[in-house]
């Protein structure tokens, strides 16, 4: 394919399809992270996958595009899951965050008040069918 066939192919893919959408995966657990990130891969999107809030912190204040961040509610250090979602929608006002929680380890499924619209879901969520329902509901009020 020649350089102009490149630039013609990538100026008919679809505005706001899939393939520009930037996923950023944090969670502390290795495997909880792989399979999320697999899961997202699966239906097209970019992913990006931390361990450390302070790294998608980086990530964020990088510039590197990012239009939804999942994040464990297990996170811990400095910056857990609450602080890190106040702290990824300071920098970055439309990210649209999806937070992972267990009822075992996360009694008070709330988000935090300064993210109201922050989307909660269980952990099996996030390792079934349901990750194209989420996905599509976490972007559906994206900014064009």
């Known amino acids: 394919m020649s350089t102009a066939d490149v630039g013609t192919a990538s100026s008919q893919l679809p505005q706001g399809g899939c393939y520009r ?3 950023l995966v944090v ?3 290795k495997r909880w992270r792989d399979e999320v990130a697999a899961q997202v891969r699966r239906l ?3 992913v990006t996958a931390c361990d450390r809030g302070v790294d998608a912190m980086t990530v964020l ?3 590197l595009p990012v239009d939804v961040m999942v994040v464990d509610s297990g996170l811990q250090g400095g910056l857990c899951c ?7 929608r300071t920098l970055r006002p439309g990210l649209r965050i999806v937070l992972a929680g267990d009822a075992l380890d996360d009694p008070k499924p709330e988000a935090p008040a300064q993210i109201p619209d922050a989307l909660r879901v269980r952990h099996d969520q996030l390792l079934s069918a349901m990750v194209a329902t989420l996905m ?3 972007l559906a009020d994206r900014a064009a």
């Open 82 to 88: 609450a602080q890190l979602a106040v702290e990824a």
């Open 27 to 29: 969670g502390r657990l």
């Open 44 to 46: 097209g999107y970019q």
């Open 136 to 138: 599509r509901e976490a």
């Open 61 to 63: 204040a990088l510039g």
């Open 21 to 23: 959408i930037q996923v």
